[in-house]
């Protein structure tokens, strides 16, 4: 393995945007075409990040099931989580100062740790990604189905609506980033408006008395037997701000932009998240609360306390909105999946026409169409064999997703230290050197404790391994047999979107 600081050493400065080499030409073979610069802004960031991470369908659709699994000390694990996604975003937006790359973990595992490395992440992330996209879209028809059967009476399978989700994104991903934007701008905003109606329902109901301090006593969530099947569910709550340096190949700005977005979106998600989930708890009191998590009726736990403390019409909206919070994940969890495909196809680590861009819209077309058929096939597949939108097909492709997810941003961790290690362009030891390292501690032991403990979300162990590892397996193999039979290929991965002097 070529050692990462010797070969492509960081560069004393940030590159201005004219050395981004935007008229070097593909790899031989590939196609032409890159996709549009100037697009999104640091709102748009957000919005894709936020909207990803899908905070109704968070508090109202997995929040109950990681309160039955993580116990009282739940709300303090979103926080914890958020400090430690915090310091890993130190490190990683110092990198995206020097790596602007579609395929974000994969470049950056490449560029601090070796490109064998770094191509088996790409095959991780590109599986994860791949997967958490149409289980979401799964968790849309759930959502769909029952909330048309309890407004209307209506009964309609999940799956076809399940189906519409995967094709409406589809459509959305070809078209201009910026429309995606606008639309999980406009779901964000009605999510989040609703969850704080309830919010100050139950504190106008309960007062004082909901906000129950022993849920950020640390030794109540240490003392918790379901903390480490927890934290993927609340780690996963987080899942999709890596689209900050995702879309950095079409931000403008990216080198402030990337930052600004990052920290903002990882700061509003760790206190929504723990400040709603903790009232949430409070509304029936932690005690009843956990129960109820932990019975039949568990999934229902938000939208009773949203019935009781503020009226039937917030539930009912919530009903409708959680739809809504469903397809804007599925969205935001579909144009992060395509631009893998496409950085993928771009390097010529899958086949070449994935990495094609739309002349027009000046999106991953190819990428995009490739998603939205593995996405059909999930969903169809998993109708034809009866498996159940919710507890067997979001859970267990989010849960290894986000699983793989996990490893992959501990890898990233690691990999700035050592892009890093020899200069520091600039920039202190905390962000480079000690944040990215306590990070990829964090991140690397809360991964083997949820791949020990993972029969606590999917009641099974052996799949999730196999899962993971087959891609890590089969990106090492592909790196080496390209450096093997092709040096100059192999040297010249990622290089094409590096920000060099």
Not at 59 to 70: C, K, N, T, Y
Not at 184 to 190: D, E, F, K
Not at 231 to 244: K, M, R
Not at 464 to 481: K, S, Y
């Amino acid at each position: 393995m070529t050692h990462p600081s010797t070969a492509v050493p960081p560069p004393a400065s940030p590159a201005s945007p004219s050395s981004d080499r935007p008229n070097a030409a593909p790899p031989s073979g590939g196609p032409a075409g890159r996709l549009a610069k100037g697009q999104i802004g640091t709102f748009d960031l957000v919005f894709f990040v936020v909207a990803a991470a899908a905070p109704l369908t968070v508090l109202a659709g997995v929040a109950p099931f990681a309160i039955g699994i993580g116990g009282p000390g739940t709300p303090l694990g979103y926080l914890v989580s958020g400090a430690l996604l915090v310091l890993f975003a130190a490190g990683f937006t110092a990198m995206s100062r020097y790596v602007r790359n579609a395929g974000a973990f994969y470049a950056y595992v490449a560029r601090g740790l070796g490109r064998a490395l770094g191509v088996a992440t790409a095959y991780l992330a590109t599986l994860s990604y791949n997967l958490v996209a149409p289980g979401v879209a799964a968790g849309f028809g759930y959502f769909a189905s029952t909330t048309l059967s309890d407004l209307t009476g209506a009964e309609l399978p999940w799956w076809p609506l399940s189906t519409l989700c995967v094709l409406g994104t589809g459509v959305l991903g070809w078209l201009r980033v910026t429309l995606s934007a606008k639309v999980l701008g406009v779901a964000l905003v009605l999510e989040v408006l609703v969850l704080l109606v309830m919010d100050v329902g139950v504190l106008a109901d309960r007062g004082t008395a909901a906000l129950d301090l022993t849920s950020f006593d640390p030794s109540v969530l240490a003392s918790s037997g379901g903390m480490a099947g927890m934290f993927v569910l609340v780690i996963g709550a987080f899942t999709g701000f890596e689209a900050t340096a995702i879309y950095a190949e079409e931000a403008r700005d990216p080198e402030r932009t990337v930052p600004r977005a990052t920290f903002v979106a990882i700061g509003f998600l760790a206190l929504f998240y723990a400040v709603g989930v903790w009232i949430l708890m409070g509304s029936f009191g932690t005690d009843e609360s956990v129960a109820m998590a932990r019975s039949s009726d568990g999934p229902q736990l938000t939208f009773h306390a949203a019935d009781r403390f503020v009226g039937p019409w917030l539930a009912d909206s919530m009903h409708v909105l959680i739809v809504v919070s469903a397809f804007a994940a599925t969205l935001a969890f579909h144009n992060a999946a395509a631009r893998y495909l496409y950085a993928l196809g771009r390097e010529g680590l899958l086949p070449r026409r994935l990495g094609r861009v739309s002349p027009r819209q000046g999106s991953p077309v190819t990428a995009v169409v490739a998603q939205t058929g593995f996405g059909l096939v999930i969903v169809v597949g998993g109708a034809l064999i009866g498996a159940d939108p919710y507890s067997e097909i979001f859970l267990w492709t989010n849960s290894t997703g986000v699983l793989g997810i996990m490893i992959m941003q501990a890898l990233a961790a690691l990999a700035v230290c050592f892009f890093f290690r020899r200069d520091r362009c600039g920039m202190s030891v905390w962000r480079v050197a000690v944040a990215p390292l306590t990070a990829f501690v964090g991140l690397a032991v809360l991964s083997v404790l949820a791949t020990l403990h993972f029969d606590l979300l999917t009641g099974r162990t052996g799949a999730v391994n196999t899962a993971l590892l087959v891609p890590l397996a089969a990106g090492f193999v592909v790196a080496l047999r390209i450096r093997r039979t092709d040096p100059g290929r192999y040297a010249r991965l990622t290089e094409v979107d590096v920000e060099r002097d």
